[in-house]
């Protein structure tokens, strides 16, 4: 049989399969990952603000804290050494003689206040915009506008050469066994931290302290960079000033073969 022309034609149907969309998914994917988050946000915290929680606290938040805590130890334990020694001043069956030699060595020890002329040095980093003052010199390096450990040393090793009777660093006096040293542009000093600028407070006569620094290679290097770089450098004569005793621990604490 053949087909009639007058047949009805029918017409095909266009492909309606549903498309894979990827940005369907995406949003999708979005939402399990805030979920996740939120829930293990909840589960960290355990109803606590984690905001503040000192283990996420910046590191030097931590140092400063720890430095405050210091402080206040050695306040306490200088009050309480006081004590001991009042309560020892009272019976403790010493001759004259005794107390004297106790007294000198107390001195000596920088463990008792000393009063006299002073003179203070002050050590500061340079501007951040600093660049060389004078032809011939390099533009500056981050290392050369700040103060280093050998700066500070080379000041108190130039003050006990001048024949300083004590001397005192920011706030604390320093002994026999005290280490200044720096840790970027910071300063650790007995269990303290402290930043620029630096004061050196020294007791003694104040030209022949002044002449030692002056004399002092290692400062006469760092004038270098006062000059081209603008590092921070002041020497004041303070008049008669009290430096503090030493408030701190006299233990030593060295290392020990492992067994």
């Avoid at 130039?158 to 910071?186: E, F, H, P, Y």
């Avoid at 300063?187 to 104040?206: C, E, F, M, N």
Wanted: glycine residues 8%.
């Amino acid at each position: 049989m053949s087909n009639s022309a007058d047949s009805p034609r029918v017409e095909s149907t266009p492909d309606r399969t549903r498309r894979f969309r990827p940005v369907r998914v995406l949003t999708v994917g979005v939402f399990a990952l805030a979920g996740l988050i939120f829930f293990t946000s909840f589960n960290t915290a355990k109803g606590t603000d984690i905001r503040t929680d000192s283990s996420l606290l910046k590191l030097s938040d931590l140092i400063q804290e720890r430095s405050r805590k210091n402080k206040g130890l050695d306040e306490s334990n200088a009050a309480l050494r006081g004590d001991v020694e009042s309560f020892a001043e009272s019976d403790d069956g010493s001759t004259k003689s005794d107390d004297d030699k106790l007294a000198g060595l107390e001195k000596e020890a920088g463990t008792e206040k000393l009063k006299g002329e002073a003179v203070t040095v002050t050590l500061n980093d340079a501007p951040p915009n600093a660049t060389a003052k004078l032809p011939g010199y390099p533009d500056p390096q981050p290392d050369y506008l700040v103060i280093h450990q050998q700066d500070l040393q080379a000041v108190v090793n130039a003050l006990w050469k001048g024949g300083a009777k004590g001397i005192k660093v920011m706030d604390q006096r320093l002994i026999s066994t005290s280490a200044v040293r720096c840790v970027g542009n910071t300063l650790i000093l007995q269990g303290r931290v402290y930043s620029p600028p630096y004061k050196i407070t020294a007791v003694g006569d104040p030209e022949t302290l002044k002449q030692a620094l002056a004399d002092a290679p290692a400062i006469q290097n760092y004038m270098v960079y006062v000059n081209v770089y603008g590092l921070g450098w002041k020497v004041t004569e303070d008049g008669t000033v009290t430096l503090p005793g030493y408030s701190g621990t006299v233990d030593l604490h060295y290392a020990k073969p492992a067994k």
